[in-house]
């Protein structure tokens, strides 16, 4: 079946680093744009990153811009989310999501990954 499984959230000081993974299985990885989403206490769920299937394209929401880098492995099917400089307003559950939109469509979410930012 299919599974996206993320990894590598955890409590950092501000300025910290982190690199978060989202392995994925049960599906043609290579087909599907892929993307990191974060959700705040209290706030709806925000699209941070997406990188298309092949990884030649990438878009970045304005507020993690210079910070935050995206990047997939179509032979090992994990899809990373580098984050630096981080911010107390960056605390958030992570999530990974995989999205096909032509036949065989497809949408995909993982369970997330905790990231705290806290001195």
């Known amino acids: 079946q299919v599974q996206l499984v993320e990894s590598g959230g955890g409590l950092v000081q501000p300025g910290g680093s982190l690199r978060l993974s ?54 090992q099917n994990t899809v990373y989310l580098e984050i630096n400089n981080l911010k107390p307003e960056d605390t958030a559950v992570y999530y990974c999501n995989a999205r096909r939109r032509s036949w065989p469509a497809g949408d995909y979410w993982g369970q997330g990954t905790q990231v705290t930012v806290s001195s």
């Open 22 to 75: 989202c392995a994925a299985s049960g599906f043609t990885f290579s087909s599907y744009a892929m993307s990191w989403y974060r959700q705040a206490p209290g706030k709806e769920r925000e699209l941070v990153a997406s990188i298309s299937s092949s990884g030649g394209s990438t878009n970045y929401a304005d507020t993690v811009k210079g910070r935050f880098t995206i990047s997939r492995d179509n032979v």
